[in-house]
């Protein structure tokens, strides 16, 4: 069974430029989570999907930061304009359902703000 | 923020038992013990969770306090490839959001 796939796995950018990370789930997984991770933390849940519905995404910087996930399937998060704080490694997992279900991570993106 | 509370790290020697220690004292009755764990570049890991009883898996033990205010996860004989940090969340079983709160978590150092 094919795992959480995302890319690009690196990403440099110059601060105020914009950047886009794309996840595709395991196949079947209802849910899906963007995670962010700053160096040194545990991950921070950015937002949570259920098919193509938000549940949570009380913790996304709104001004800065947006997602959507278009039929259900692949997201894409978006941050623009970035910002130095904005460092860190974005993580997507999914879960087949959202009842407790266990989640599945993907190898994350890197991304530094220069 | 995060409900549990774990050493910031461990050592632990090849083929040894590790034993990883986690306080969860506000816990209530309807949240699970998760524990996952992180390899240095990748994504977390699950690897087992639990309510009440003690749970066995292919990976690990749960051990859960009486109370349930503590608990320890136990890899019986680890190896260097366990050399990665471990994250016990406390989750709600109910509800529409499952949302994980990590904490810093444990580093373990397995030792050759």
């Known amino acids: 069974e094919a795992g959480v796939a995302q890319s690009p796995r690196y990403k440099i950018i110059e601060k105020r430029q914009s950047v886009a990370f794309w996840c595709n789930p395991i196949s079947g997984h209802a849910t899906l989570y963007w995670y962010q991770q700053i160096l040194g933390q545990g991950p921070k849940l950015l937002i949570q999907f259920q098919n193509n519905g938000v549940v949570d995404d009380s913790q996304l910087p709104k001004d800065r930061f947006s997602a959507e996930r278009l039929k259900g399937v692949d997201s894409t998060l978006k941050i623009q304009p970035a910002k130095l704080e904005d460092s860190a490694v974005y993580l997507c997992?999914?879960?087949?359902?959202?009842?407790?279900?266990?989640?599945?991570f993907g190898p994350g993106t890197r991304l530094t703000v220069l | 923020d995060a409900k549990t509370t774990q050493p910031p790290s461990m050592d632990c020697a090849e083929g040894r038992a590790a034993n990883l220690p986690c306080n969860h004292s506000t816990i209530s009755g309807n949240e699970y013990v998760y524990w996952y764990r992180q390899i240095h570049s990748q994504g977390p890991q699950y690897i087992i969770h639990g309510l009440k009883n003690n749970e066995t898996n292919e990976m690990a033990s749960l051990i859960i306090t009486e109370d349930r205010k503590s608990s320890t996860l136990i890899l019986p004989h680890a190896t260097l490839r366990d050399t990665a940090v471990y994250y016990c969340i406390v989750r709600l079983s109910g509800g529409s959001n499952y949302k994980l709160t990590f904490g810093k978590g444990t580093l373990l150092t397995v030792n050759p």
């Open positions: 997992a999914s879960s087949l359902m959202a009842s407790g279900d266990t989640q599945y």
